[in-house]
C-alpha cells in the first residue's frame, strides 16, 4: 500500500540569517522563567488556541500524536484541582520527599500552597494516552507516548513565552486525582499542569545561573 508524500518547502535562509536566527531564539528564550507569582489579567482565548495548536506540530511516535490537551477556565474547577493539589503536595512535603529532595528544593522557595491554580485564568492539563482507539473500536498502540507528549510540551512551553506569557511546570505526585477530577477517560493519564497568564506586578523568580555550554555539549569531531 502506499502512502501519499507531499513536497517539503525549505524556509530558505541564507547562512547569515540562519546564524542570527539562531542568536536571537537563544536570547529569547533565555529570558524564560519559571513563575509562581501570577496576575488575573485576563488572556484572551484566541491566545490559548494558538498556542495548543503550536504544541500539537510536535513529532510523535508513528504520528501517533498520543495527547489531549485539558484547558480549564472555569473558577470552582480551578478552586477544586488546587484543593487536591494541595493535599498531594502536603503529604510530598511532611513525608514523602526525602531530605535531599527538600534541600534541592530550597532555592526554589516551593511549598505545598499552589494559590497560582487559582490566580491563572488558564490552566492547561496535559493529558498522555498509551493507547487509543481506531474508529471501528479496536485499539490502537501510541509510541514512545513519554517522549512524544515530553515534546510536545517543550513546544508548548516556548508557544506560551512567545505570547508573552508565564507558566510553570507543576507536576503533583501523584496526579491520578487530576484525570478523576476532569472525568477523563482511562485511556488518558496527566502528565503536566500548566498555569498560563500574566506574572504578577510584583512577581519575583530565584536567582538561577543554567550550566555553562561547556558543562552539557560534547564534541566528537
Known amino acids: 500500500m502506499e502512502y501519499p508524500f507531499i513536497k517539503y518547502a525549505p524556509l530558505n535562509f541564507s547562512e547569515q540569517e540562519t ?5 536571537n531564539f537563544y536570547e ?7 513563575v509562581r507569582e501570577f496576575s488575573d489579567k485576563d488572556v484572551p482565548e484566541e491566545v490559548i ?15 501517533k500524536q498520543p495527547w489531549t490537551f485539558c484547558v ?4 470552582d474547577l480551578k478552586s477544586k484541582l488546587r484543593a487536591l493539589a494541595e493535599e498531594e503536595e502536603k503529604k510530598n512535603y511532611d513525608g514523602r520527599m526525602s531530605e535531599r529532595w527538600l ?14 491554580i487559582d490566580i491563572a485564568p ?9 493507547y487509543d482507539f481506531e474508529p471501528d473500536g479496536t485499539r490502537s498502540t501510541n509510541y514512545y ?33 487530576i484525570a478523576k477530577a476532569l472525568n477523563r477517560p482511562e485511556i488518558e493519564k496527566p502528565y503536566l ?9 510584583d512577581c519575583e523568580v530565584p536567582d538561577l545561573k543554567r550550566k555553562e555550554y561547556e558543562e552539557i555539549a560534547i564534541y566528537y569531531e
Open 145 to 177: 507516548v513519554n517522549e512524544s507528549v515530553g515534546i510536545a510540551s517543550g513546544f508548548l512551553i516556548a508557544a506560551i513565552h512567545n505570547a508573552g506569557l508565564v507558566t510553570l511546570t507543576h507536576t503533583p505526585s501523584p496526579m491520578n486525582f
Open 103 to 116: 534541600k534541592d528544593l530550597a532555592p526554589l522557595g516551593t511549598n505545598d500552597i499552589k494559590d497560582f
Open 28 to 34: 529569547f528564550m533565555e529570558k524564560r522563567r519559571s
Open 193 to 201: 499542569l500548566l498555569p498560563v497568564g500574566y506574572p504578577s506586578d
Open 19 to 23: 546564524i542570527q536566527r539562531s542568536h
Open 72 to 75: 480549564i477556565r472555569n473558577k
Open 49 to 63: 488556541r494558538s498556542i495548543i495548536k503550536t504544541a500539537s506540530t510536535a513529532p510523535s511516535g508513528a504520528h
Open 122 to 130: 488558564w490552566i492547561i492539563i496535559v493529558m498522555k494516552k498509551s
